[in-house]
C-alpha cells in the first residue's frame, strides 16, 4: 500500500474564492496543488453570466475535460473555432495546445460547467489567443441569432 503524503479531501467549492481567469470567466479552483497537494490534475467551476464569451486561449501542456453541470454551451475549438454544443451530462475533451473559446448560449440563464484539466496549478499553462477573438465574437453572435430565431 502506498503512503499517503496527501491524503485524500473533500473541497467544496463554498470555501474557495471565485477569481476572474487569464480568459475572463470566473473561476473557483477547487482541486489544484494549493488547496489540496494535487500533482497531476486540478477540477474547477468555471461560472458564466447569460450571453458572455471567454477571450480565446489554450493550455499549453494541458488536456481538458468541461462538463456543463447547469445551461447550455458552445466551445469554438480549433482554429477554425468550431462550434461543439454541449450541456450537462456530455463531456468535452479539448487536447493540449488547441485554441477555445467558451460560450454560454442563453441570453437568460448562466452557465455552470466543471473543468478538469492535467495542470495542477489549475490555469498555470494558460494562453491567451488574441487573434482569434474577433472571429470567436462573431461565431458567437451568429449563434446566438440562431438560438433566437429558433
Known amino acids: 500500500m502506498k503512503d499517503l503524503v496527501n491524503p485524500a479531501r ?8 471565485e477569481v476572474v481567469g ?5 473561476l473557483v479552483p477547487c482541486v489544484t496543488s494549493e488547496t489540496c497537494g494535487a ?11 447569460p450571453g458572455k ?10 488536456e481538458t475535460i468541461v462538463v456543463c453541470t447547469r445551461g447550455r454551451a458552445a466551445t469554438l ?9 454541449h450541456g450537462p451530462d456530455e463531456f468535452l475533451y479539448i487536447p493540449a495546445g488547441v485554441v477555445h473559446v467558451a460560450v454560454n448560449l442563453s441570453d437568460t440563464d448562466d452557465l455552470v460547467a466543471l473543468d478538469i484539466r492535467t495542470d495542477p496549478k489549475f490555469s ?24 433566437a430565431a429558433a
Open 39 to 49: 500533482r497531476a490534475i486540478s477540477a474547477g467551476l468555471v461560472n458564466m453570466p
Open 124 to 147: 498555470e499553462d494558460l494562453i491567451l489567443a488574441p487573434e482569434f477573438d474577433a472571429a470567436a465574437a462573431e461565431i458567437a453572435a451568429r449563434l446566438w441569432r440562431e438560438r
Open 22 to 26: 487569464p480568459q475572463n470567466q470566473l
Open 77 to 85: 475549438v480549433g482554429p477554425d473555432l468550431v462550434p461543439h454544443e
Open 10 to 17: 473533500v473541497v467544496s467549492a463554498a470555501d474557495i474564492q
Open 53 to 62: 464569451i471567454s477571450l480565446a486561449h489554450y493550455h499549453a501542456h494541458s
